[in-house]
């Protein structure tokens, strides 16, 4: 019975007002294992932020979702004009990655 029902004699009518629990539903599937990687496309950096508190949190939700690779997109390249900068925004995160668990699959750069 549910929680507010009431018991009444069993060959009178039920009570329109009477709350009455739903048969047991058998349980959901067990949910399918995560892909080996994030399935939720790149995370995006700017190369003139570099990683920033959130990279590390999408990196941290994808470790925490059983993804092992993350790939990278990092924008704004066009604003960054020494190339060694780029590598070093580039080397950040890959060790950023390393530090939540994750390998980098692949890393763009985007201009603009």
Request: charged share 20%; glycine share 8%.
């Amino acid at each position: 019975m549910g929680l507010f029902s009431r018991h009444k004699d069993d060959d009178a009518p039920p009570d329109p007002a009477t709350l009455i629990d739903p048969p047991l539903v058998a349980p959901a599937a067990a949910p399918v294992a995560a892909p080996a990687t994030s399935g939720a496309g790149p995370v995006v950096v700017s190369a003139t932020d570099g990683p920033m508190p959130e990279t590390k949190q999408a990196f941290e939700a994808i470790r925490a979702s059983g993804g092992t690779t993350v790939d990278i997109s990092i924008t704004n390249t066009n604003l960054v004009d020494d190339e060694e900068l780029l590598e070093l925004v580039e080397l950040e995160l890959r060790e950023l990655a390393t530090q939540c668990g994750l390998t980098v699959g692949t890393i763009q750069r985007l201009y603009g």
